[in-house]
């Protein structure tokens, strides 16, 4: 293992960006990964890129992600793009490949900044070609300004739903329907927290200024949609659902589809560190403190992966888990990092009071947890829904049992679609809470490599180190 | 397919292009974009068929966590599309039947 550094950040969004400038500036060798070709994470995607009118239709809230982009320009901060980590150990050596040729280096420190994946979104019909995330329709308008086929539909809930349907629109496109298919019940949920939320107001100003120029547009919005059906023969051709009492059949030729955003918890389940479950988010995080250090010595946790809290908060949680860092390193005091930390601690609480209501209020809807029996809910190996129902009966009792029944979570995405949907099944099922009925046990490689990659590591003394993939 | 339906591009004229092939047929592409991106705007939006039951499918996340964009890039299987980025001459194929390249499977 050649290559050591102080500090190895896993992901170049906010989170990893902002922890880069701090521990950059103070001189720490400090290696970026990052699987996609340029820095900026899902939010900024293509920020180094993006042409002037791109950035207008994207918004002010995108464009300001260039100002993250200086912390790469530290003479200690080498940012490895198109490198995907494969495997993490305890003892902090990372493998990554990057264009087909697959290294590793050895690092003091690691922070985890891997950010969120969209939650599962099981339905028929989910899996036509033409129905996908409405974040992957976002990618495409962000690294290359394209627009979906017309007719176009969104379909689900979540703020990110509004954002992208109000980013076409700036963009010209004016999208078909917005299916929403928040349950009716969640605002009477939310409400409560919702005196918290007015004390930043600022996300409830936005979502409803959003939803304000969609209506305004004439986007025909059909509220607590249920029954989702995708038809087609070989690709998306319609949405059949039921909303206001009465079936609906709209034709489209793409189907956007989200259903709110969940940490990305491969590496840290890879590792094996303490995760809790989130009853108000729906979803696991890795259990971190202030500064996102985990249940073990050496790794931290920054951003989304950390737990869902935006963009602007996964930045302040970089930068203070980089000032935990410094002071591990012993470059700066425990006094130093406090009074260094203070604003950014400020800044996270403030960002997080508009959390719990904007979580209540979008929490999923109960058929995309537990969906009818002939829905796919393991996209890779093509398990239903009624196929986990069945190993349960059979005396299967959590997620990794699963596997073994029927391949569920075993293919190249390892789980990533459909490990929050197998282990609420089963939990609903068994009559168990997820916490008892637990998440799949995730191994290396973290994405399938290949033997040739693998054969292109430079071998040296500590060949032997070599994880068997 | 009955109907060939195209992702647009927003600035249509501008950027250096690329010329790639899909099964054979020209894809004019920008450079810098993904094949995943570049098959989507030329109107290929199914690249593979699922090893299990035959299903079409196409990409889902272009994030790649779900590798329902996988492709054949240059005689080599089950690349990721929406990782990829396109090259001047790419030779891109549909990928049918089994997966060879499984999770862990170069052990
Ligand atoms: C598709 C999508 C679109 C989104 N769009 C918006 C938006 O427009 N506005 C908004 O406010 N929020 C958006 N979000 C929410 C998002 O989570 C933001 O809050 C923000 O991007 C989080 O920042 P982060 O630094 O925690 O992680 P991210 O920005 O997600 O960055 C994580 C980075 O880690 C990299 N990574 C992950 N795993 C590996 C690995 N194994 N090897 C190497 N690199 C890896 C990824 O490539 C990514 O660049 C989006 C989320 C998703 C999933
Ligand atoms: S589209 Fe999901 S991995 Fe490429």
Same mark, same amino acid.
Do not use: H, N, W
């Given at each position: 293992?050649?290559?050591?550094?102080?500090?190895?950040?896993?992901?170049?969004?906010?989170?990893?960006?902002?922890?880069?400038?701090?521990?950059?500036? %103070? $001189?720490?060798?400090?290696?970026?990964?990052d699987e996609q070709a340029e820095p900026g994470g899902q939010i900024y995607r293509g920020i180094g890129s993006a042409s002037g009118p791109r950035k207008s239709v994207l918004g002010a809230d995108y464009a300001a992600g260039a100002s993250l982009l200086p912390s790469l320009a530290h003479d200690s901060v080498t940012h490895i793009a198109g490198a995907t980590v494969w495997e993490v150990t305890p003892e902090r050596d990372i493998y990554y490949s990057q264009a087909g040729k697959a290294s590793g280096l050895k690092a003091e420190h690691v922070l985890v900044a891997t950010g969120a994946t969209e939650r599962p979104m099981p339905f028929p019909g989910w899996t036509l070609p033409g129905v996908m995330t409405a974040g992957a329709g976002q990618i495409l308008l962000k690294t290359a300004g394209m627009l979906p086929p017309s007719p176009c539909v969104l379909a689900g809930s979540g703020p990110l739903l509004f954002l992208i349907a109000?980013?076409?629109?700036? %963009? $010209?496109?004016?999208?078909?329907?917005?299916?929403?298919t928040t349950p009716r019940g969640n605002l009477a949920k939310a409400l409560p927290h919702l005196p918290g939320a007015l004390l930043n107001n600022k996300y409830l100003r936005k979502g409803l200024a959003m939803l304000a120029s969609l209506r305004k547009a004439g986007i025909p919005h059909y509220k607590a949609s249920t029954s989702l059906v995708a038809e087609g023969d070989g690709q998306v051709e319609a949405l059949k659902f039921t909303s206001g009492g009465k079936p609906h059949r709209l034709a489209c030729a793409s189907l956007l589809i989200h259903n709110g955003v969940v940490p990305n918890v491969q590496i840290s389940r890879s590792l094996n560190l303490d995760h809790a479950w989130d009853s108000l988010q729906h979803c696991w995080h890795p259990v971190t403190d202030a500064s996102g250090a985990t249940s073990l010595a050496g790794f931290r946790v920054a951003g989304d992966g950390g737990g869902i809290a935006g963009a602007e908060a996964a930045a302040h949680g970089g930068r203070l888990a980089a000032l935990a860092i410094l002071e591990d390193l012993g470059k700066i005091t425990g006094g130093e990092r406090q009074a260094r930390s203070s604003d950014d601690s400020a800044a996270l609480k403030w960002h997080g009071r508009a959390r719990p209501f904007l979580d209540a209020l979008y929490a999923p809807a109960r058929e995309f947890l537990e969906p009818a029996d002939s829905t796919i809910v393991c996209r890779c190996e093509e398990v239903t829904a009624g196929k986990i129902r069945e190993f349960v009966d059979l005396g299967c009792l959590g997620p990794n049992q699963a596997k073994s029944f029927g391949r569920a979570g075993m293919g190249p995405c390892q789980g990533r679609y459909c490990g929050l949907t197998v282990s609420s099944v089963i939990a609903a099922k068994l009559g168990k809470e997820m916490d008892e009925v637990g998440y799949y046990r995730i191994?290396?490689?973290?994405?399938p490599i290949t033997l040739r990659e693998l054969a292109s590591m430079d071998l040296d003394d500590d060949a032997d180190e070599r994880p068997a993939a | 397919m009955r109907n060939v339906l195209h992702f647009k591009r927003l600035d249509e004229a501008s950027g250096d292009t690329v010329e790639l092939t899909f099964e054979g047929e020209p894809v004019t592409a920008r450079a810098g974009e993904t094949v995943a991106a570049a098959l989507l705007a030329a109107g290929h939006i199914s690249g593979r068929q699922t090893p299990v039951s035959g299903s079409p499918r196409g990409p889902y996340c272009m994030m790649g966590a779900c590798f329902d964009c996988l492709v054949e890039i240059d005689g080599e299987a089950n690349r990721q599309g929406c990782m990829t980025q396109v090259r001047d001459g790419m030779v891109v194929r549909r990928m049918t039947g089994a997966r060879d390249v499984d999770r862990g499977s170069a052990a």
């Open positions: 293992m050649s290559e050591r550094f102080d500090v190895a950040i896993i992901g170049a969004g906010p989170a990893g960006l902002a922890a880069a400038g701090v521990l950059g500036q %103070a $001189g720490c060798s400090v290696t970026l990964l109000a980013q076409y629109l700036a %963009a $010209g496109f004016k999208i078909d329907a917005i299916v929403e191994r290396p490689p973290l994405k | -």
